[in-house]
């Protein structure tokens, strides 16, 4: 069969796409990529077809936050802390603005490659191109969620800044906030989605978010269910299947620096900022700090060297990049964001965690790993070096967040999340083959 796969975002979003598009491969299919061009090397570099949609530069400059605009509003003020809100209004704006602009150049990509019985589509949920390729042509649709924030519930949502807990009251909150972003969300998406689909002879929709998004036919989280339990308002048709791990090992060279650093003391603690670079001039500032504090060597990763303080101490160096799971098996802990590929990949490695939250999913999955016992958050205006360096302390001294991270770790390790998602899309297409 030939596989489309879908995917735009930052490296946490598209690497494990990427990991699937290799499985697929592996095992015969054929797979076609499209992302952004910046992914492009990558996807080439592993044998996929790569179809270009958008431009590096506008990755690069979404990544950096460019054009994003506070709101500060009295009303948000008063239910939510402002990071929270203007952040997530300001995401919200960016991706109205990729869904409609993407959506009828996919629609019609997919027209022209689909052949009926041979062809499966894999996408992410916000792009509705495909989505409604599914219901006016029949194509095959697999949704791909890589983070479980992306499918709703009223029963647990850990990235609101409400308690994580689950009851009436809160219930009825959570439906009150996934209105107020519905309304928000159907006022920048719904005019030219209902207009093109009434092109096509399609009804409108509404509050498309709410479950539309998802495929009637196959919903695929690629995290397991001890991370996120399916809830009972998540699709029916869901299967959790674990972490794909992937962070280009043995495609990048390791510089022999690393290796020098890691032989001539105690493991460090490793810090990166993921691909979003807003906010990590300070993020790395005070990781410098507050290793001086613990006397503990540091490990610096970032793709921007600009936002990196430029004399760095002889216990803290900086790189690039360096593939999470060449390090981390080797170092004390790991102090990031809280992208979803950053944290399946420590829990890989069995080190503990400090969460500092920015965007997005990386709220909800920083309390995650807190519930699990493999790590702490920390909101970022108190990421302070002298609050950092108590947290690491008592993360990398207890006992209890050891124990937990190597019983994750051996959980981890027993799964075969790839083999799993590829059989799941192979029967898809064999069910939808046979119609």
Known sequence: MTVILVTFGGTGDVHPMVALGQALYRRGHQVCFISNPYFEPLARAIGLEFVRFGSAEQFTD????????????????????????????????????SVVGLM??????????????????????????????QEKLGVPLVTIHVQPAMIRSVYE??????????????????????????????????PETNAFRSELGLAPVR?????????????????????????????????LVGFPMFDQAGMKEIPSEVETFFAAGEPPIVFTSGSVFRHISRFFDVAVRACQKLKKRGL??????????????????????????????????????????TAALAFAAGVPQLVVPFVDD????????????????ISHHSFQPKIVAKKLEFLLGSEAVGRSCRSIMARVRQQDPLSEACRLVEELNARCAQN
Not at 63 to 86: I, N, Y
Not at 87 to 97: E, F, K, T, Y
Not at 167 to 172: C, S, T
Not at 365 to 373: D, P, Y
């Open 62 to 97: 979404r990544m950096r936050g460019t054009g994003a605009r506070s709101l500060k509003k009295r009303f948000v003020r008063a239910l939510v802390s402002m990071s929270w809100a203007s952040q997530g209004i300001a995401r919200w704006r960016l991706r109205g603005q």
């Open 104 to 133: 009828r150049w996919l629609y019609e990509f997919i027209r022209a490659r689909y052949v009926p019985g041979e062809t499966v589509v894999a996408a992410r949920a916000n792009n509705f191109g495909a989505r409604i390729a």
């Open 157 to 190: 949502a850990p990235g609101f800044p409400l308690p994580d807990a689950d009851g009436p009251m809160l219930r009825a909150l959570r439906r009150m906030f996934w209105a107020l972003i519905d309304a928000y969300a159907d006022r920048l998406v719904l």
């Open 207 to 239: 509050r498309p978010f709410s479950r539309w998004v998802h495929s009637p036919e196959l919903l695929i989280g690629l995290f397991p269910e001890w991370f996120a339990g399916v809830q009972p308002d998540w699709p029916p048709n869901t299967h």
């Open 300 to 341: 610096l990763l970032s793709p921007a060297s600009e936002f990196v303080p430029r004399d760095l101490p002889e216990t803290v160096r900086y790189f690039e990049y360096v593939p999470l799971s060449s390090v981390l098996p080797r170092a004390a802990g790991i102090v990031h964001h809280g992208g979803i590929g």
């Open 362 to 377: 990386q709220f909800d999955n920083a309390v995650r790993i807190q519930r699990l016992g493999t790590g702490l958050k």
